[in-house]
C-alpha cells in the first residue's frame, strides 16, 4: 500500500470514554460477574500454596458416625450429656479451644450436666445464626442480645440483619451467652463463599462473629476499633483489611484437605473409655470444631469445592490467625486502570491496528497485567482490579476496531466515489452527460469481447450531425447552442434503450452503438428519432428552437476490426444524407 492510501488515525479521546462507560456498565451484569469470579478464582488457586493447618482439627458428625454410635448415644439428635463427656475428654487433653458448630435452640435431656460442664471452662464457644426475618423481640430477649453485643458505636460498618437465633435458657444463661458468636454469611451471586463477615448490625446492636469471639477468652472482648480511610478493622493488637461491610475475603489454600477432620465415633469411643488414644498430645493446643455433615445437611460451596460449615470455619479461623486475607489496595488498582488508559490511548492513536507491533503489544499488556495482579496477590495477598483493567483493555480493541473499520469503509466509499468522479472527468462530456469519444471506444472495447464468448450478433454503428448548428451558435449564441445540445442529448437517452450505447463524438456530432440490431432495425429506430428531434420544441430565452439532424448508418460486420473504420463508414452514409437534402438516414 503506498504511503498516500493509508488510512491515518488522529489521536481519540472518546474511545477510551466509550469504552471506560461500557467495561463499567458491563460491570453491573450477571455475566460478568460469573466471569470475573472465575477468573479471580483461577488467579488465587494459582498465586496460593498448599498448606497443612496444624493448630485446628474438625471433627466430624458424620453418617457413619451416627451409625456406630447408635447403640451408646441412640438416634440423632444426641443428648445433651453426650456432649458434656466429649467436653471433659477434650479439655483432659488441653485442647486450645472447643467450638460447637451446633444449634442449641430447644430443650433436652441432659441440659443441666452439659449446662455445668460449659460454665466449668471459658474456652467452648457456640455457634447461632442471623436472621434476615424481622422476629418480634421481647425484653428478656433484648437484655441477653445485650449481653452478647459488643460495647462499640453501632454506627460501625457491620452486615446488617434483623434478628438472632437465641439458644435456650436450658442450656445458656447470662454468665455464659457471651460464649456465642455469629456464622450467617452471605453466598456471592454464582452461590460461592469467599469472605466472611467479624461484625453483625442486629437491632443496632453490634455483634462479633464466632471468628472474632474466639479471638479472647475473656468474657469481655477487648476494644474494637475500625479505620474507615484504611478500612481495617484492629483487636488486640491484631488488624485485618475488611471490606465496607468489614467482612475479609479468605485467601483459600491450593489444597482442599489444609485441615485434619476426624469422625465424631473416634472421640466419642475414647470418651466413653472403650478406646485408648496412641499420641495423648495429639490435641493439645488445639482448636476443636464440631459439627455435623450428615445427611448433608451442613455443606457450602467454595472456589476449592463444597465443604462442611464446620471445615469452612475451620479455614477462616486458621486464615484469620495467620493473617491470610486477601486485602485491597487503591493504589495498586488506581496504576492498573492508568496502565488500561494508556494503553487505550496508544491503541486509538494507531495509523493502522492490525500491524504486527500493535498485535504484539496488546498481548504484551493483557500478559503484563495479569502477571503484576498474580504478583500482587501471590506476595502481598491484594487482590487487585485485574479483570476490570483487561476487560477495559479488551474493550478498547474492540472499539477501536469497530472505529477502524467504519473509517476504513468511509474511506473506501470516498475512494470509490472519487475513482467514479475521475472516471466521469475522463470518459464522459461534462456538457450533454453522454460519453466523450474516449469513454465510446472503451464501452466498444468491452462489447467486443463480450461478443466474442457469446453467438455471432448483429450491431450498427450510426453518426448523428445536427443540421445548420453552426448558424444557431452564430444566430443565438453559443449558450443557446449548448442548450440545444443538451435537448438532443436527453433525447437520446429518452429514445434509446438501455442496451445502446451514445456518445458525443466532438462538436454538433454524436454517435451510437446500436446493440443486438440488424441495419433495417436500426433504420426504424434512427428514423423514429429523427422524427422525434424535428417535433421536439426547444424553449430558450429568444423563443422556441427546432432543429432537425442527419444520419449516417453502417452495420459492424467483423468485430475484430477497429471502430474508425466503421466510423468513417457511416461517415459516408453521413455526407451522403446531408448531399441529399438533410433530415434523412443513410445507410453507408
Request: charged share 25%; net charge neutral.
Amino acid at each position: 500500500m503506498r504511503k498516500t492510501d493509508k488510512l491515518y488515525w488522529r489521536y481519540q479521546i472518546w474511545i477510551v470514554i466509550v469504552s471506560l462507560i461500557i467495561t463499567y456498565a458491563l460491570s453491573y451484569t450477571t455475566i460478568y460477574n460469573k466471569i470475573e469470579n472465575y477468573f479471580n478464582d483461577t488467579i488465587q488457586y494459582f498465586a496460593s500454596d498448599e498448606k497443612y493447618f496444624t493448630e485446628s482439627v474438625v471433627v466430624d458428625i458424620n453418617d457413619n458416625s451416627l451409625k456406630i454410635l447408635e447403640k451408646e448415644f441412640g438416634h440423632w439428635p444426641y443428648t445433651r450429656d453426650k456432649y458434656a463427656s466429649v467436653i471433659e475428654f477434650l479439655e483432659s487433653m488441653n485442647v486450645k479451644n472447643i467450638v460447637f458448630d451446633i444449634k442449641f435452640l430447644d430443650p433436652r435431656i441432659g441440659d443441666d450436666i452439659f449446662r455445668k460442664t460449659i460454665k466449668n471452662y471459658n474456652n467452648i464457644f457456640f455457634v447461632t445464626n442471623a436472621l434476615q426475618d424481622d422476629i418480634q423481640i421481647n425484653e428478656e430477649e433484648k437484655e441477653r442480645l445485650k449481653k452478647m453485643a459488643l460495647d462499640v458505636n453501632s454506627d460501625i460498618p457491620a452486615l446488617k440483619y434483623n434478628s438472632l437465633l437465641l439458644p435456650h435458657l436450658n442450656v445458656f444463661d447470662i454468665d455464659t451467652i457471651y460464649k456465642f458468636g455469629i456464622t450467617s454469611v452471605l453466598e456471592d451471586k454464582d452461590n460461592y463463599i469467599r469472605s466472611i463477615p467479624l461484625l453483625y448490625n442486629i437491632n443496632s446492636n453490634i455483634f462479633p462473629s464466632l471468628l472474632l469471639r474466639i479471638q479472647s477468652l475473656d468474657k469481655n472482648i477487648p476494644k474494637i476499633e475500625y479505620n474507615a480511610k484504611t478500612n481495617e478493622l484492629s483487636m488486640d493488637n491484631k488488624t485485618w483489611n475488611v471490606d465496607e461491610k468489614n467482612r475479609i475475603k479468605l485467601f483459600y489454600p491450593q489444597n482442599a484437605n489444609s485441615i485434619i477432620t476426624i469422625p465424631f465415633y473416634k472421640i466419642s469411643e475414647v470418651a466413653l473409655n472403650k478406646k485408648t488414644i496412641e499420641n495423648k498430645s495429639f490435641l493439645k493446643d488445639k482448636t476443636v470444631f464440631i459439627g455435623s455433615s450428615a445427611f448433608l445437611s451442613d455443606r457450602v460451596n467454595t472456589p476449592r469445592g463444597a465443604m462442611s460449615g464446620s471445615y469452612l470455619l475451620a479455614i477462616a479461623y486458621e486464615s484469620l490467625k495467620h493473617n491470610l486475607i486477601i486485602k485491597n489496595s487503591d493504589i495498586v488498582n488506581i496504576f492498573l486502570l492508568i496502565i488500561a488508559i494508556i494503553f487505550s490511548i496508544y491503541l486509538s492513536s494507531r495509523k493502522e491496528i492490525y500491524k504486527k507491533s500493535v498485535i504484539v503489544i496488546s498481548l504484551l499488556t493483557i500478559i503484563a497485567t495479569i502477571i503484576y495482579g498474580f504478583i500482587s496477590l501471590k506476595l502481598f495477598y491484594i487482590e487487585s482490579n485485574v479483570f476490570f483493567c483487561i476487560f477495559l483493555i479488551v474493550c478498547s480493541i474492540v472499539v477501536t476496531a469497530i472505529k477502524y473499520q467504519f473509517s476504513l469503509s468511509n474511506y473506501n466509499k470516498k475512494l470509490i466515489n472519487e475513482t467514479k468522479r475521475l472516471y466521469n472527468e475522463a470518459n464522459c462530456d461534462t456538457l450533454t452527460g453522454l460519453l466523450n469519444r474516449r469513454g465510446f471506444n472503451e464501452q466498444y472495447k468491452k462489447y467486443k469481447e463480450l461478443i466474442n464468448t457469446k453467438t455471432s450478433q448483429s450491431s450498427c454503428i450510426a453518426i448523428i450531425d445536427l443540421d445548420h448548428f453552426k448558424s444557431v451558435n452564430d444566430t443565438y449564441g453559443h449558450d443557446i447552442g449548448d442548450l440545444v445540445l443538451q435537448k438532443f442529448a436527453n433525447l437520446l437517452k429518452e429514445q434509446l434503450r438501455d442496451i445502446d450505447i451514445p456518445s458525443r463524438w466532438g462538436g454538433e456530432e454524436f454517435i451510437i452503438l446500436l446493440r443486438n440490431t440488424t441495419i433495417d432495425e436500426s433504420i426504424i429506430v434512427l428514423n423514429r428519432l429523427r422524427q422525434q428531434c424535428e417535433e421536439m420544441d426547444i424553449q430558450t430565452p429568444q423563443g422556441v428552437l427546432n432543429v432537425t439532424i442527419s444520419i449516417g448508418v453502417t452495420q459492424i460486420k467483423d468485430y475484430f476490426q477497429t471502430i474508425d473504420l466503421y466510423v468513417k463508414e457511416a461517415d459516408m452514409g453521413l455526407y451522403q444524407a446531408k448531399e441529399t437534402g438533410r433530415n434523412q438516414v443513410c445507410i453507408a
